[in-house]
């Protein structure tokens, strides 16, 4: 075959391998998280609700199939502590929490979430992180998009009673336990990617994030 026409080809087989490529890695907001509309409970795709225990206001967001909560818990719960014991930090990034006998600790209709939930929200964004994230987050030196509304802000955490990070990482109890019962999951955030490990419960408080059940 003439080499012009090998050449040709190779272009053409290159060019067809990058469309898809880019088109794997597209993300559209208004497909995976539109502002407008309603879900699949027949409520808006975004929106608030009321806590019936003690009357706070959260908003949510819907992102694919599912309905999370877009701030973390501000709930009073034994221990539960805001960042450097300041109210201001629990008002914009709620409560941080021990990870014993949380199960019940999200508002009435909404749960912890779970390993696989933190695996679809990925899959739903196409492990696009950023556009759950809002605010500030100093190791990316740079000012997150936020597309998805969850408002994923970078607001530390607390471990041995110390707390650490705030501007770089936040990470959020899930209700999966690991093989000994002295271990819970959670997910975090470092302005890289998302993640999930497991931690002792007793010596770590980390943010609750609900998903709708």
């Given amino acids: ?6 050449w040709g080809v190779f272009a053409c087989l290159m ?16 497909d995976v998280c539109p502002t407008d509309g309603y879900n699949a ?4 795709n975004r929106g608030t609700f009321i806590d019936e225990r003690d009357g706070q206001e959260y908003m949510y967001t819907t992102i694919g199939d599912q309905v999370w909560m877009a701030q973390s818990l501000n709930y009073d719960f034994p221990e539960a502590v805001c ?8 008002e914009k990034y709620g409560k941080m ?5 949380i199960d019940s600790l999200c508002p009435a209709g909404w749960r912890l979430p ?30 997150k998009i936020n597309e998805c509304g969850m408002s994923i802000y970078s607001a530390g955490e607390n471990s041995r009673s110390e707390n650490l990070n705030m501007g770089r ?20 955030e470092d302005g890289y990617k998302i993640s999930t490990y497991a931690a002792y419960p007793e010596t770590t408080k980390k ?7």
Avoid at 41 to 44: K, L, N
Avoid at 114 to 143: C, Q, Y
Wanted: hydrophobic residues 35%; aromatic residues 12%.
């Fill in 83 to 90: 960042y450097d014991s300041l109210p201001e930090n629990c």
């Fill in 169 to 188: 990482r936040v990470s959020f109890w899930l209700d999966d336990l690991q093989e000994s019962p002295l271990d819970r999951s959670y997910f975090y």
């Fill in 15 to 30: 060019a067809l391998l990058l469309a898809c490529s880019d088109e794997s890695s597209s993300f559209n907001a208004t």
């Fill in 1 to 6: 075959m003439n080499t012009k026409i090998l």
């Fill in 114 to 143: 779970s390993i696989n939930d933190v695996e679809e929200l990925m899959k739903s964004i196409n492990d696009k992180h950023e556009v759950l994230l809002a605010g500030s987050w100093r190791n990316m030196n740079s000012t």
């Fill in 41 to 44: 409970y027949g409520e808006p």
């Fill in 97 to 101: 929490y021990w990870g014993m006998d």
């Fill in 207 to 213: 943010y609750v994030r609900c998903v709708k059940e």
